[in-house]
């Protein structure tokens, strides 16, 4: 006998149960992770800056050659109090900001055009493959000749530093879009407007994410890097009086805050991926 | 009577290779017609030909009289892959066909919602594709075809990529929607057990380049059950089938064996 029930097999109900299912929306079907887990972090990044501490203080004892924790904080504190950090983060956030927004846009604007016409790839790929694998950071000093000293120079630093992943990811998410979506939408009377916003462009979004991702990193490294060379404020502007002058909870200060702003940020655009696509991050059903 | 769908003396070649000659058949309203072929039988040209995304080298594609010359919401299509957007909730995918061709109007998704019922996929809106089994996925393909309100459906392999059971169990399923409305359907298949099972007429295509062999007209009662699957009379249907296509499906297979791979 071949009757529905018994060929009802595999979690494929021929009729689904009444009862309305609930879809899985974030984590909730996924695997929980135990707060052991986070408490791991805990210890070690508190473990680890105790060890510092003590070695610091106990076994070292130069600030010269090993600052304490302790110490950057109280240089941290001097700083604020003075209003000059502020100015310096101010100064550098700014550039920083500018700086990527532009290479984001940049980078999704000329990765469109390599992905969908030959002739635009064709002539903007040799330059790009060359100079996303150029340390363009080296002619910071060039930039800062051509811009002068304000703000400007800086970000078109982080531009050209930014811009290049974002690019290169950008194309490749296009490309990538699985031909039978396409085949599909066409069939369904999408027009190659349509196929675009309707189908590769959200295809692409996990690239362009992991091209944000490398574009922060690098223009985080822009703004420091470009300060360096000629600056009236910002982290790096900071961080090489600091050098100068052999202070090193001062320069730590800079150092820290720079880890800090990369973690954050890059915890930001993972949340906001997260928000922008559920179903990436739903249990696949087995 | 006149055909809801015509392929009328269809040739293609793409340079030196010849695709389809002279390929000819027709469906009436209500039929449900399979096309059963071996590899190289050019069924994916015949495909995107009717659906409008290729353009035949002689000959046509009618609907309803009328030649078909660009995709159209008078064809719904049911693609053997899944071909629903991961990014799209199953709502959203159901829709897809109505907002492309601008059709979401009251009537038409609170017709989507009548469907989805009848998938039996009522309460599954929010879900994302990836989270719903491969079976399921079919169901909302089926839908959303049918969601357009298509004049015929054409249905591409839909169930090849499922396991034995739930393909069985898909077919089924199939009939009892495809009685609610008996659309006119084209099913491509290369089970000639599924085509036995679901047709009214087999239509067997011949290979490199493909034409049509011959029509089997399929006599066997409605609404049919799985158990007709073990008659002697569905047997006898799938070896005359497999006997025309015999000798294609050798030729292909050795055709494969000698290709370089790769």
Same mark, same amino acid.
């Given at each position: ?47 680890? &800056?105790?060890?510092? %501490? ?29 209003? %000059? ?59 800062? &000749? ?15 530093? $930014? ?55 690098? $223009? ?63 249990? %696949?059903?087995? | ?72 919401? +008078? ?6 892959? +899944?071909? &629903? ?35 039996? &996929? ?34 591409? %392999? ?105």
């Amino acid at each position: 006998m071949m009757d529905r029930a018994s060929t009802q097999l595999k979690g494929d109900p021929a009729i689904p149960s009444q009862a309305a299912p609930t879809p899985a929306t974030g984590r909730s079907r996924a695997k929980r992770t135990p707060a052991s887990l986070y408490w791991t972090s805990v210890a070690s990044v508190v473990g680890g &800056l105790l060890l510092w %501490e003590l070695a610091g203080r106990f076994i070292v004892k130069k600030a010269l050659f090993l600052t304490t924790p302790t110490q950057i904080v109280e240089a941290t504190i001097g700083l604020v109090a003075a209003n %000059e950090l502020q100015r310096h983060i101010a100064a550098s956030g700014t550039e920083f900001l500018i700086g990527l927004v532009i290479a984001i846009f940049l980078g999704i604007a000329i990765g469109f055009a390599m992905a969908s016409n030959r002739y635009a790839k064709r002539a903007l790929g040799p330059w790009v493959a060359a100079l996303y694998a150029t340390p363009t950071i080296a002619i910071s000093p060039l930039i800062i &000749l051509w811009a002068g000293i304000d703000i400007w120079s800086k970000v078109i630093v982080v531009v050209i530093n $930014a811009v290049f992943p974002m690019i290169i990811n950008t194309e490749a998410g296009l490309r990538s879009t699985d031909k039978q979506l396409i085949e599909a939408a066409r069939c369904f009377g999408c027009s190659r407007w349509q196929v675009f916003t309707k189908v590769s462009l959200p295809s692409a979004v996990p690239f362009l994410f992991a091209g944000m991702k490398l574009a922060i990193g690098r $223009a985080l490294v822009a703004v420091v890097v470009a300060e360096l060379f000629g600056s009236r404020a910002g982290l790096g502007f900071l961080l090489a009086q600091a050098s100068d002058a052999f202070n090193m909870p001062l320069l730590f200060v800079s150092v820290v805050l720079l880890a800090v702003t990369g973690m954050v940020l890059t915890w930001l655009v993972g949340a906001v991926e997260r928000w922008l696509m559920p179903w990436r991050y739903t249990a %696949e059903q087995d | 009577m006149s055909a809801k769908l015509s392929v009328s003396n269809l040739h293609k070649s793409f340079g030196d290779l010849q695709v389809l000659r002279d390929l000819n058949f027709a469906i009436d309203e209500h039929e449900f017609v399979a096309v059963v072929g071996p590899s190289g039988c050019g069924k994916t040209t015949l495909l995107r030909t009717i659906a409008g995304i290729e353009t035949s080298d002689s000959g046509s594609v009618m609907i309803d009289g009328k030649v078909v010359t660009k995709p159209g919401a +008078d064809r719904g299509f049911v693609f053997q892959q +899944d071909s &629903l957007l991961p990014w799209r909730t199953i709502w959203k995918n159901l829709i897809f066909g109505l907002e492309v061709n601008g059709q979401l109007n009251d009537a038409n998704l609170k017709n989507a919602k009548q469907l989805l019922k009848l998938v039996g &996929l009522s309460g599954f809106e929010q879900f994302y594709p990836n989270q719903i089994s491969g079976g399921m996925r079919q169901r909302v393909n089926l839908a959303r075809a049918l969601a357009l309100n298509p004049q015929v459906l054409i249905m591409d %392999e839909p169930f090849s990529a499922l396991d034995a059971q739930t393909r069985e169990m898909m077919q089924l399923e199939l009939l009892r929607i495809w009685q609610q409305g008996r659309k006119t359907v084209l099913f491509i298949t290369h089970q000639i057990d599924e085509a036995v099972f679901l047709a009214d007429r087999i239509v067997v295509l011949g290979r490199r380049p493909g034409w049509v062999k011959t029509t089997v007209p399929i006599d066997l009662p409605r609404p049919r059950e799985l158990a007709v699957k073990r008659t002697a009379k569905f047997g006898a249907y799938v070896d005359e089938v497999w006997n025309l296509i015999e000798n294609d499906v050798r030729a292909s297979i050795s055709e494969d064996a000698q290709a370089p791979v790769g």
